[in-house]
């Protein structure tokens, strides 16, 4: 903190530049909206599966091969062989083909702009629909105030947000998404409970503004924003008296989940140093809404060890470390003391490993999971979450899961990692020892196929991949020689799954797996459209950004049509009910079969009927409900697997079931 000391007149300064703003704010409030309103709400409605529309990076578990053997600590990572250029986060609007299906606004977001003008408890009923045991305990009418929070709201403020048009009434005015995320962070700051009940209860309208897109902007502006952070900077300047700088947290003993970045590799976007604070509190906040950890027991850490962005060294605003970021035994060493600090404090808490670099993510995953309950999602929930949409996928088709060929354009870390879960489920699962199960998996990179006549100049990470295969320079030819009947897109490169590749694809299955997973939606390999199209409407669709549904007229050209949604590959369906569940079994550790499962689980969850339709997850309005039903069965694998400890009250029998018990303790802001 004391290096922060000779910055406080600039800070002072920002403070009146803040409140300069504020006073506009108020201004343009006072006018009164300026046509945002409701057309704004749309807009969020309609963005709000772009939850983890993020550039997510990482090979894992099996990413043990590169994990095993790690790169030079401290040694820039090897790019002999690879693009390893970043991209742009964010939400682009899909591209129009000329196609025959007509693209349609989606059901959904109408329907969602209906239900938010709807009474509340006609709106829980609804949700209750879903999966009919285990309710969620009913909630109480709020009639006291509780204490400690909130400070200043009374039951008028609570109710006032609480009625039909409240997500309205917290953006009027605002005209950006970065105005959106702002106002609700001055409705955090101002009154907790009611920003509680709008994260909790309209997930999927403000997530858009709190987390993915809007965030990427906010981490990039972080330092000039008027904001005042909700998480804990822990700086280099910190050695030595980091464990004391952990206790001095407001509400210390709470504190259950802490999600972690050193702010290196933000979504696409890069180095953004102390402003990664935004990617922290923005992901933390899902662990509230999607699984239900009460907000006190989620903390954001910042590790602020400096940047080596140019722009921010120079930016006279930039209120993180001003210094590069250290290497080897220097940087090691601090999250080495980071890491025994938070043993020390708070030796049950979950630790979730956010946006670091490429670099260092693998190596701090390697030597840290054995050693305490924590994971990086960027390796292993993206890994998760695309393993769940194909086992999904496999529902709707013929041929088990052992006997697919999958194909991943793009072998960059997600890809990697993804096509390592993908053996190692084979290989749980289905007895395929693990060097054969990845002979079922073939990568394409920017040089062509992944194979061994090109081992001495593969990364580490690729080379378990590196089958002995006859090299070919193109998707095309791979595919019909090769015969995917899965084809993922980790490439970030638009339109490479041609009309030519689509149809390549049905001839070797009668419904092929098509998912182009590039972030964000101007990188995907094709779009909804142009695999429904050139499949004919065969292929089983997920992709990484959100697309807009399609409706076929029917051949008569009478009634409404069909309408098929594409599924988005979304981390936030694996990371918080994972390390939920491994907080309330208060799991030593996350196994990578934790992931296995957590995808097994998810698999299930969608109706047949849903799966017609193309849902490949349940929709996120239902987050909640899928998030408990994969917690209680991740919290009965950790304690069958010796990970975690069964509560006295599930021991006892005072309460049935895990789904009960998970259910019980998700956070509900009525109470
Ligand atoms: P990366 O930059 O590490 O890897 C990209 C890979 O694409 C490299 O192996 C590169 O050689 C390959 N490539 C580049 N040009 C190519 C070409 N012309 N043909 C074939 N391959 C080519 O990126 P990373 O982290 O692996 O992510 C890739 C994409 O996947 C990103 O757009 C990211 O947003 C997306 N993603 C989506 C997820 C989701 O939907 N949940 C999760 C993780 C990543």
Redesign the pocket.
Known sequence: MEARQPRRSLQQRSRAKSQAIRRSRRAIKERGPSGGGVANVVGGGRRRSTV???????TQCGALAALKRPRQIGKAPNNDD??????QAGCDHPREVAGRPQVVEEEEHSSKVKFANQPLERKKRQERLFYSEAPFPKPRPNKRRIQGEGGGENEEDLAGVMVSNEVDEVFRGAKTDLDKYLALRGLHARNPRAYRRLLVERTEEVLPYIYTPTVGEACQKYSNLDIETTGLYVTLEDRGRVLEKLRSWKNGNEVRAIVVTDGERIL?LGDLGAGGMGISEGKIQLYTAAAGVPPDQCLPICLDVGTNRESLLEDPEYKGLRRRRPMGVEYYSFLDEFVQALRAWRPHCLLQFEDFG?HTAFVLLGKYRNQLCCFNDDIQG?AS??LAGILAGLRLKEGAFSEQKILF???????VGCGELIALALSTWHGVPLPEARKRILF????GLVCKSRLSQLQDHKVPFAHDLEHAPD?LQVVRKHKPTVLIG????AG?FTEEVLRAMCENCNRPLIFP???PTS?AECTFEEAFAHTDGRCIFA??SPFPPLTVPSPDGMGQGTTYHPAQ???AYIFPAVGYAAILTEASCIPDDVFLEAAKCLAGLSSDEDLERGRLFPPFSKIRETSAHIMAHLCQFFCDEGYGTKPQELRTGEEADWLQYVKKRMYNPSY
């Open positions: 983890e529309g993020s550039k997510v990076r990482g690879d693009d390893d250029e970043g991209f696409g490429n993206t979450i695309n354009h793009g072998a960059g870390e997600a890809g394409m990179d920017s040089k998707l980790v490439s970030t490169q490479s997973l590039s972030n990188k992709s990484g590959a979304n981390n």
